[in-house]
């Protein structure tokens, strides 16, 4: 269940994402699916809104989900996705293709609702296209090599801001960025951390396991 935006149209708000909000998903909701939206067309073009309280329930439906939005073509610019909670394919976003840019990514959260340390890149899940001029922030993922902020096995990441995402236990890395495929340059990684502090783990900025990082600045991330 979300909006679909599969055709060559432009989808904009009037007065911006502060003032036009969709949301897939509240308190009074049974347990199921409930993601906000899903754009898949080259021609297609969104912008101006927040996208909140997308779910993805992975007792009912499998750990594939993406919380808030789907990206497989087309372009997202100027929105807000936030306060969503997905699993293995992404607290708030699923990136296979096309482009965002100019947007905030952040209060999003990457767990199986059947196992609570498990899930993978709390902002962001990047397969393809292009993320660009945003910033992902505190943003919550539970698995190892998780990528709190970003998860990335391809496509390409420039002139971000990766700020204060959070691995919800011991065995996270990469709580910055996991990057294990695709390029990541021009952006700054900083301030990311292990909520867990009695032990120690590598990757409060950026675990590397594939891919290339260039030009970024990586300062003030944590572990113990």
């Not at 067309?41 to 750990?63: C, I, M, P, Q, R």
């Not at 236990?169 to 910055?176: D, F, L, S, Y």
Request: glycine fraction near 16%; hydrophobic fraction near 35%; include cysteine.
């Amino acid at each position: 269940m979300w909006t679909r935006v599969t055709k060559p149209v432009t989808v904009r708000s009037q007065n911006g994402p502060a003032a036009t909000i969709l949301q897939g998903w509240n308190s009074g909701s049974a347990a199921a699916n409930y993601r906000v939206m899903l754009v898949n067309h080259e021609k297609a073009f969104v912008s101006g809104f927040t996208l909140e309280n997308g779910k993805w329930d992975s007792s009912v439906y499998g750990d594939e989900g993406c919380g808030a939005l789907r990206v497989i073509a087309g372009v997202v610019s100027n929105c807000v996705i936030r306060n969503s909670n997905g699993n293995d394919l992404g607290g708030g976003v699923n990136l296979r293709g096309g482009t965002i840019t100019h947007c905030e990514i952040y209060g999003n959260k990457a767990y199986r609702s059947n196992n609570a340390s498990a899930g993978k890149a709390g902002g962001i899940y990047m397969t393809g296209g292009t993320l660009q001029y945003s910033v992902v922030s505190n943003n919550i993922a539970c698995s190892a090599d998780a990528g709190c902020g970003i998860r990335m096995t391809g496509g390409i990441t420039r002139h971000c801001l990766i700020t204060d995402n959070l691995g919800n236990n011991a065995a996270v890395t990469g709580c910055g960025v996991h990057l294990a495929g695709g390029t990541m340059s021009e952006c700054a990684i900083t301030g990311n951390g292990v909520r867990d502090v009695t032990r120690s783990y590598a990757g409060g900025g950026v675990v590397q396991a594939g891919g290339t990082l260039r030009n970024c600045l990586i300062a003030g991330n944590r572990t113990m």
